[in-house]
């Protein structure tokens, strides 16, 4: 199973279209996960035409997104269980928010974004993942999402890229 993972888009203000790089991978994923920030739900019906998508609302969505999604969400995968946050909030870090979202639960990885940082680690024996910014790379070098590959075993990594046309 191959899934894209992508965070705050924020379309259309930093993009009016998902880049050439990200619609690529697109064409060939299982599933797509979205960590919030879409801005308009016309995010969501564009990647809809790759792939079915999950994910949850960010702290710049609307009513149109927050109506479609919850805040955190958990998918059982192939034997992995995932957890989807924001991880926005007023206390800690974004990462400490992201673990304390799933503090109650059992999950393999926690999906992420907010911070527009992208972020492959283990805390334990739990993998956290923030795939970055499609279209907002901020003070990151370059733009990014995410691929996780379940074959088996699961595998995280990051795509990245120079250009968001």
């Known amino acids: 199973m191959k899934i894209i993972v992508v965070s705050d888009t924020h379309m259309p203000k930093r993009a009016k279209s998902l880049p050439k790089k990200l619609t690529e991978a697109l064409k060939t994923a299982d599933l797509i996960i979205h960590a919030g920030d879409w801005q308009t739900i016309d995010v969501y019906n564009e990647l809809s035409s790759f792939a079915p998508v999950e994910g949850v609302y960010g702290n710049v969505d609307g009513e149109d997104v927050k109506s479609r999604f919850e805040q955190k969400k958990v998918l059982d995968i192939n034997g992995y269980r995932i957890g989807i946050v924001h991880g926005h909030g007023q ?24 911070s527009h940082i992208p972020i492959k680690k283990m805390v334990g024996d739990l993998l956290l993942f923030n795939p970055g910014s499609a279209t907002d790379k901020r003070r990151q070098k370059k733009f990014s999402f995410g691929m996780i590959t379940i074959n088996g075993e699961l595998h995280a990594e990051h795509i990245y890229y120079e250009d968001k046309q």
């Not at 974004?94 to 639960?105: D, Y």
């Open 91 to 114: 206390k800690g870090s974004t990462e400490k928010r992201a673990l304390s979202a799933f503090s109650e639960e059992m999950v393999d990885v926690i999906v992420y974004g907010h």
